[in-house]
């Protein structure tokens, strides 16, 4: 089992950067895929991000494509995203994801993620 907490939020303007941390507790944090998702007021939850555990493949939402890197760094139980060019669109409480399994994967939707951290907000003026 694994614990995420999610930091690095914040408010910024629009055009700004933030870089969203999620920091893993528990073992084998390298058995983990892991993803990014959103959710603004009166919306649904949406997928943003997804790496696998390696780190060598990654999925964006064309919303954020060239704008966001999910990152992770294995040996700090912990996974990234830099966000660059944020828009006011882009406001919302973000929450990291991670789901063990034995081979690489990623995956956009929420229900197959196991584990949720409990959100950081992140909010951008125009």
């Known amino acids: 089992q694994v614990q995420l907490v999610e930091s690095g939020g914040g408010l910024v303007q629009a055009g700004g950067s933030l870089r969203l941390s999620c920091a893993a507790s528990g073992r084998a944090f390298s058995a983990y895929n892991m993803g990014?998702?959103?959710q603004a007021p009166g919306k649904e939850r949406?997928?943003?991000?997804a790496m696998g555990r390696s780190g060598g493949s990654t999925y964006y939402a064309d919303s954020v494509k060239g704008r966001f890197t999910i990152s992770r760094?294995?040996?700090k139980n912990t996974v990234y995203l830099q966000m660059n060019t944020l828009k006011p669109e882009d406001t919302a409480v973000y929450y990291?994801?991670?789901r063990r399994r034995y081979s690489e994967a990623l995956?956009?939707?929420a229900?197959?993620?196991e584990y949720w951290g409990q959100g950081t907000q992140v909010t951008v003026s125009s």
């Open 36 to 38: 990014w998702f959103r």
């Open 46 to 49: 949406e997928f943003v991000a």
């Open 73 to 75: 760094d294995n040996a």
């Open 96 to 98: 990291c994801a991670a």
């Open 107 to 109: 995956s956009t939707r």
């Open 111 to 113: 229900s197959w993620y």
